[in-house]
């Protein structure tokens, strides 16, 4: 096992458990219990982790936001599903916003081939992702550059989605809560979504299950504002209803993709 997929693992038991032991990674892991505190170490430096005796804790605030690196490895099976099923959803001739982030870049990956779409994108990897896509029309809002994060912030990048109205907005999110709504770290990034929001006609989110009842530093908007939720497992309990409430269509992806494997050999 490669270390940086170990280390993404160790973090997202961190992430579900909220503690790790070094004896039941190193066993599940395989590998000794030096090794195992090595990557703690390294997580406890990133600020991922606090190293306790005998493992660590989480070590994240709500307004930490984990390396794009980092999140890129998080559920990235249910990543790929989610993304290739919000691609079934936008049409030949859409015009639609792909927000920043590790899911929404996969829904752009998935594009790739189509035809007559019109791509409006704060994020560099979404535009670098497509810039050879002869039949997609691919807008670059411009603004200030977070390195690292590649999305672009700032009154250029707000301005833009001002005057525009995209058919759908593909939104990823790093919180989905019954009460918060929908979340993200970083205040800079937040703002150019609320733009992105205000400028959509249907708001589609984009959101695996380990981020239902999280929330981050920045509220983003309410649940009545999504449209859409294309996830990898159905909510429960209080999400689930207010979702309900709020008339938000979830879309389950695992189920449409198998729907369609079914379809395929009938």
């Not at 997929?5 to 790790?20: I, K, M």
């Not at 790739?112 to 002869?134: D, H, S, W």
């Not at 691919?138 to 590649?150: A, H």
């Amino acid at each position: 096992m490669k270390l940086n997929r170990r280390r993404s693992e160790l973090l997202q038991t961190l992430e579900e458990r909220g503690s790790v032991s070094v004896v039941d990674e190193a066993e599940k892991f395989q590998v000794s219990p030096m090794t195992v505190r090595r990557d703690l170490l390294d997580l406890e430096k990133a600020g991922l982790a606090r190293r306790v005796h005998g493992g660590a804790v989480i070590g994240r605030g709500r307004s930490f936001e984990p390396p794009y690196l980092v999140r890129e490895n998080e559920a990235s099976e249910a990543k790929s599903r989610i993304a290739r099923t919000t691609a079934g959803l936008i049409a030949e001739s859409d015009s639609i916003a792909i927000d920043t982030g590790s899911t929404a870049l996969e829904v752009a990956r998935m594009l790739k081939g189509r035809r007559n779409i019109t791509v409006v994108t704060p994020a560099m990897r979404v535009a670098q992702a497509l810039f050879e896509e002869p039949e997609l029309r691919v807008v670059l809002t411009g603004g200030m550059l977070r390195p690292g994060e590649g999305s672009l912030t700032g009154d250029f990048a707000t301005r833009a989605f001002q005057d525009l109205s995209v058919d759908r907005l593909i939104l990823a999110t790093a919180g989905l809560d019954a009460d918060f709504g929908i979340s993200d770290y970083n205040w800079d990034d937040v703002l150019v979504k609320q733009a992105m929001v205000r400028s959509a006609k249907e708001v589609i989110v984009v959101a695996d299950s380990s981020k239902f009842g999280r929330v981050a530093f920045a509220r983003i908007a309410g649940l009545d504002i999504i449209d859409k939720l294309v996830t990898d497992v159905a909510p429960t309990g209080e999400l689930a209803e207010q979702l309900r409430i709020n008339g938000v269509k979830v879309i389950i992806a695992e189920a449409v993709v198998l729907a369609d494997e079914h379809s395929s050999t009938a």
